[in-house]
């Protein structure tokens, strides 16, 4: 099957420098650490530079002509501290704006590096035992001084020896230890009794703020999820941006081996969208990652693609990143064939609204409609559009497939 290679996508923080009424409504950064991770691009549009996860690529060797044509086109990059050291120079001269994050575990340890490890810094089961998962990574106690400590230590001699700007903090959501994911449920030291997932994420939140505190460099967490986990009443993931400068969800509107024809339903879809929204109101950042990763047509895969862009530009401030993947083997440091076409959408105007059943966004060059339900519903349309992706004429009433996305350019 044909691949289509990873996407990321942001509106640049531009909208806050031009001081939009309606995206300050939204949200703009303050001066803080924070404003060291804003995905800043230097065009107005929804298809600007935005994120680069090289710690998932499948090969981290670039030469320094790639490496610098990853800068022009990206603000952040996560990655192994070898991938791009000997080009930071290079790459900062190319996009000054540009923050490379090193990669690393916030709640994990791999045998070489705890062999030195007290006993009292490892999680345990019901019986004593350590806690592993399917890469022979050891669970950690997030509230353990030693740990926290050992945890900003190492982010600062990363960053250090990489010449990067910051770190990624991966495995802080409570999914790290669901279940199938480790070799037993860890039991909290402090209770004494199974760990709960809403004492995790606040642990985990702290721990993650004590190695942005005591570093002084920003921080990108991974635990947010989804927007279900974001918003749940009892143990929201979206506490995690209390103690970072960008968080990402892993699962934005379906999981990687979800079938090419399932679908969450209205509800679910919805609270990814309103996860982007929210963290907007909020002066936060998201990053949302859409995985592809079973067997389609390409048509099929196309309209996943367009599903998942549409809807995170139904959510997206300005300052959230949005990348796709309909493969684990995907090269991510290429471009996308579907963003250039939307350069022209420009910047949104207002929040989404729903009309018919059908989500709507109106962009400053154009329309963003979305059908998140089971069937095909009608939108009118005001004037005549150009589609962003066919370059046909589109106007008066059109038809919405179920589960589909249009980008309308006019």
């Known amino acids: 099957m044909p691949k289509i290679n990873y996407a990321r996508i942001s509106i640049g923080a531009t909208a806050c420098l031009i001081s939009a009424p309606m995206l300050l409504a939204a949200g703009c950064p303050t001066a803080s650490a924070v404003t060291a991770l804003t995905m800043s691009t230097t065009t107005s549009s929804p298809a600007g530079q935005g994120w680069l996860d090289d710690q998932e690529s499948p090969t981290h060797s670039y030469t320094q002509d790639e490496a610098v044509a990853q800068a022009k086109r990206f603000s952040v990059i996560s990655a192994l501290p070898s991938t791009y050291a000997k080009y930071v120079s290079a790459m900062k001269t190319a996009n000054p704006s540009l923050r490379i994050l090193v990669y690393m575990n916030g709640a994990m340890a791999n045998g070489s590096e705890a062999s030195g490890f007290p006993e009292s810094w490892f999680l345990h089961d019901a019986n004593g035992h350590r806690i592993t998962n399917a890469w022979n990574l050891y669970l950690m106690n997030p509230v353990n001084s030693g740990w926290i400590n050992n945890r900003a230590s190492k982010c600062s001699q990363l960053v250090t020896s990489s010449n990067y700007d910051g770190c990624f903090l991966d495995n802080l959501g409570a999914g790290t230890w669901s279940a199938g994911m480790v070799s037993a449920t860890p039991i909290d030291p402090a209770t004494g009794v199974a760990y709960t997932p809403g004492a995790w994420l606040s642990r985990t939140t702290n721990l993650s703020n004590a190695v942005r505190s005591q570093t002084g460099k920003p921080i990108f967490a991974n635990g947010l999820v989804s927007g279900a986990s974001y918003f749940n009443s009892t143990a929201p993931s979206s506490v995690l941006l209390n103690g970072s400068d960008i968080a990402l969800a892993e699962t934005f ?53 367009a599903f998942a862009i549409g809807s995170f530009l139904l959510g997206s401030n300005g300052q959230q990143a949005f990348e796709f993947s309909n493969s684990s083997t995907a090269a991510i ?4 064939s579907m963003l250039p076409s939307l350069a022209a959408l420009g910047l949104p105007v207002g ?23 089971t069937g095909p519903l009608t939108v009118s349309l005001g004037k005549a559009y150009n589609d962003a992706l066919t370059g046909g004429s589109v106007s008066g009433v059109i038809t919405l497939p179920a589960h589909t996305a249009q980008f309308l350019i006019g």
Not at 333 to 336: H, K, P, R
Not at 351 to 373: A, C, D, E, K, M
């Open 351 to 373: 929040s989404y609204s729903v009309i018919n059943g059908v989500y709507q966004r109106v962009y400053s060059g154009g329309l963003v409609v979305v059908n998140p339900t």
């Open 253 to 305: 509107i379906r999981t990687a081996q979800m079938g090419i024809t399932q679908y969450r339903t209205l509800t679910q879809w919805k609270q990814d969208v309103d996860m982007l929204a929210q963290a907007a109101s909020q002066n936060k950042r998201v990053a949302v990652l859409t995985k592809v990763w079973v067997d389609g047509t390409q048509q099929q895969i196309n309209d996943w693609h």
């Open 333 to 336: 440091s290429a471009g996308d």
